[in-house]
């Protein structure tokens, strides 16, 4: 038994991590996997990768496959924040380790930790492809993990995707979040459609085509199905529909008065919702394989937006109980109500994957995001304009928001970090995009 | 292979420790098939702009749009018949009221609106009649449709209050969703916080 234990610590703010609460849970450590950087929220140094041009090893390139897949799997790389691609050009001939030795060698020279070999075939509709990741800081460029991935020739991006969702398992123990979806709103007050699109905005396809109001797309946790409200039958009610099937669209709730607001508990099977059917607008739990409600708010003022901790013991939500919107958190059962927020005008809450902390909206003229741990304690902004950022939505890992801004004139769907760095834009073209969630890692 | 100890520091990297690895693997090349990837079934008509997605896998390339009319959930989802909202129609006798930010209190100039509609509403009984609530572009969406809500709801309760029947009475909320005005600044925002009156005849 020989260990190999190669730990590449990347964490400039040591004693930060410790302060960013969700680097304080491991990240589960998959087999096999030997390299570790440690996730701090910011400031941390990226890794320099090399991914130069997939190799083709079966099959005509005549679609530049080979560029593609490696610009999409450094474009993902570089999104994770926990990578700097170093730029090189050309690809490594096949079968051929002096010319690979080289390529590695230049690369390193050029500063780079660790690259990335991608193997193309292309046999018909199926594309093949392989990624070996090496340690170039090791004197023979040691090969750290191997893996193989194959799926439709008319879908190159996913498997660039999943590769480098599978490069960022080998360096911190959890999958990336590049083969994931979402989920938005497009189009002008009045006019709304849902869309979804891949994570970095490729890809966008109608979800809906009805010439209502679509509002609020929801993905469910297994990444089937979306949950949204709708005014197609007149009011707002609550649907759910299926994008990957032949399916018809469920409603799940069209009482009297609004039905909005959904929000899956993480097992799947309940939503808390918005009804206004008992007089006011309501936080309901709905179980959605029978239609059974159970109500959880009992007051005058407004309640809604509700959103699940991810132990699914908890909801957020807004209520207007004490004048101003603020965030709340109660138990399961509606009691033990604590207010989270004061003193603002607080919406949004947006509970995150690993639980420790609520990202809202706080309007100020404008609006920006804030987070705060759920006892209300750490109040934080994340956004300072420009313009209005709102309606976030956590990426499966916890690292990313996707959220709407209006900075450069219109709605468009913006994703960040949580380090401040600069956040990237999404969605594109003329079109207001607005409402972005994002989906769990895809099956 | 592969049976040495690295301990790579890395430039500026600041190398914290060593986490106990797992026994010492060879790289292993594994094999994994992507699982068909989920293509969505593409709206109908494709819709503009965006690429036509590649054919699905296993679904369907049958459009999976919201149809017309949705299927019932498995328990029935709604109790009560409403009436069609685009069968009523804005009169220029039931004018509309407007809310201050974030309120849904009546104020004194909404206060003498209100009256002067439910004079017309008890004297034209014949007419059913349809509140609409609604908000400015501030504040956002979900809120807002919450909010709209509160703000049908309190003119409704003015004009039960005056003697209107309520089984007459049905509310709707738009939030920001449907505004008369779109420009942004403060005279175009009070004309979207605003209670709207339509009726039809019964």
């Known amino acids: 038994m020989r260990r190999t234990s190669v730990v590449v610590v990347i964490a400039l703010l040591a004693l930060a991590a410790v302060a960013v609460p969700w680097s304080r849970t491991p990240a589960p450590r998959a087999q096999g996997v030997d390299v570790y950087i440690n996730i701090t929220g910011g400031g941390a140094k990226r890794l320099n990768i090399a991914v130069p041009e997939f190799t083709v090893i079966a099959g005509t390139d005549t679609a530049a496959l080979g560029k593609l897949l490696a610009s999409v799997a450094g474009q993902d790389l570089t999104f994770s924040g926990l990578f700097s691609v170093v730029a090189g050009t050309g690809s490594i001939p096949p079968n051929n380790p002096e010319a690979l030795r080289q390529s590695w060698a230049e690369f390193a020279a050029a500063g780079a930790h660790a690259a990335v070999h991608g193997l193309v075939a292309l046999r018909g509709d199926r594309l093949e492809t392989e990624m070996r990741l090496y340690d170039l800081t090791s004197p023979e460029h040691r090969l750290i993990a191997a893996k193989k991935f194959e799926g439709p020739t008319a879908q190159p991006r996913r498997l660039a995707h999943k590769i480098a969702d599978e490069v960022v398992l080998q360096f911190t123990g959890e999958p990336g979040v590049a083969d994931t979806k979402l989920a938005y709103v497009q189009g002008p007050a009045g006019a709304k459609e849902i869309w979804i699109s891949d994570y970095d905005g490729a890809n966008p396809v109608a979800v809906t085509k009805n010439g209502s109001i679509n509002l609020m797309p929801v993905w469910s946790p297994d990444g089937r199905s979306l949950a949204m409200t709708s005014f197609v039958q007149g009011y707002p009610d609550l649907y759910r529909l299926f994008p990957f099937e032949r399916r018809p669209v469920q409603t799940l709730a069209a009482f009297v008065g609004i039905n909005s607001s959904p929000a899956w508990s993480p097992d799947g099977r309940s939503l808390a919702v918005t009804l206004s059917k008992d007089g006011n607008p309501e936080i309901y739990v709905l179980t959605v394989a029978t239609g059974t409600l159970r109500r959880l708010t009992r007051h005058a003022g407004i309640d809604t937006e509700p959103v699940w901790s991810p132990t699914g013991q908890q909801i957020a939500f807004v209520s207007d109980r004490n004048g101003q919107p603020h965030i709340y958190v109660m138990d399961l059962d509606g009691s033990n109500v604590r207010q989270v927020t004061s003193s603002g005008f607080h919406t949004q809450p947006r509970w995150s994957p690993k639980g420790e902390t609520i990202v809202y909206t706080q309007r100020e003229g404008t609006h920006d995001l804030w987070a705060v741990s759920p006892d209300g304690s750490n109040p934080r902004r994340l956004t300072t304009g420009p313009g209005d950022n709102e309606g976030a939505a956590w990426a499966p890992n916890g690292r990313h928001l996707a959220f709407q801004s209006n900075r450069l004139g219109r709605w468009q769907v913006f994703a960040m970090l949580l380090d401040g760095s600069p956040p990237t834009q999404i969605s594109q073209g003329p079109a207001e995009h607005t409402s972005p969630s994002w989906s769990p890692r895809l099956p | ?202």
């Open chain 2, 1 to 202: 292979m592969g049976t040495r100890r690295f301990h790579i520091a890395v430039m500026s990297l600041l190398l914290l420790g060593v986490v106990a690895a797992g026994c010492a693997k060879r790289p292993a090349t594994t094999s994994v098939a992507a699982p068909p990837p989920p293509v969505p079934a593409p709206a109908a008509p494709p819709a503009t702009s965006a690429p036509a997605p590649s054919a699905p896998e296993p679904a369907s390339s049958t459009p999976a749009a919201a149809p017309a009319t949705p299927t019932p959930a498995p328990a029935p989802a709604a109790t009560t018949v409403r009436p069609v909202p685009a069968e009523f129609a804005a009169i220029p006798e039931l004018r509309d009221i407007q809310f201050d930010f974030d309120q849904y209190d009546i104020r004194p100039d909404a206060a003498r609106t209100l009256d002067a509609n439910a004079a017309w509403l008890k004297s034209n009984a014949n007419h059913l009649l349809l509140i609409e609530g609604h908000c400015d572009e501030r504040g956002t969406n979900e809120y807002n449709l919450a909010l709209g809500e509160r703000r049908a709801k309190s003119a409704m309760n003015y004009l039960v209050a005056q003697g209107v029947q309520a089984a007459r009475i049905t509310i709707i909320s738009y939030g920001e969703e449907r505004p008369l005005c779109s420009e942004h600044n403060d005279t175009c925002w009070q004309q979207n916080r605003r209670g709207h009156f339509l009726v039809k005849p019964r």
